[in-house]
């Protein structure tokens, strides 16, 4: 469905904070950061999984699964397989 990371990520593609989020998706500010801070996949009521993902297809984002090609084009990122957690030199 969509994990934590694409979430953070979706969001910052947009330039908008967590309370933002939570208006465009009528869900709560702490459901939200629930979500942000969880690891892996997000899990939760299917409702509001379904919220989020309308919220964010709505404002432009396209939450593509593993291996899934992406058919509207447009800019986007995604992870290469295998690669973890990124590594971010400082």
């Known amino acids: 469905m969509i994990t934590a990371a ?3 990520a979706a969001r910052a ?4 904070d ?5 208006e465009l998706s009528g869900l709560s500010v702490p459901t ?8 892996g996949t997000i ?3 299917v ?9 964010l297809g709505t404002a432009g ?3 593509i699964s593993e291996g899934a090609v992406s058919s509207g ?3 986007g990122v995604r992870l290469k397989a295998g690669s973890g957690s990124p590594k971010v030199q400082t």
């Open 61 to 63: 984002v396209e939450v």
């Open 32 to 39: 939200i950061q629930r979500m942000e801070a969880s690891e």
């Open 13 to 16: 593609l947009l330039g908008i």
């Open 18 to 22: 967590q309370r933002q989020l939570a």
């Open 43 to 45: 899990r939760g009521n």
């Open 73 to 75: 084009g447009g800019r």
């Open 47 to 55: 409702d509001s999984l379904m919220k989020l993902i309308d919220a």
């Open 6 to 8: 694409q979430l953070r």
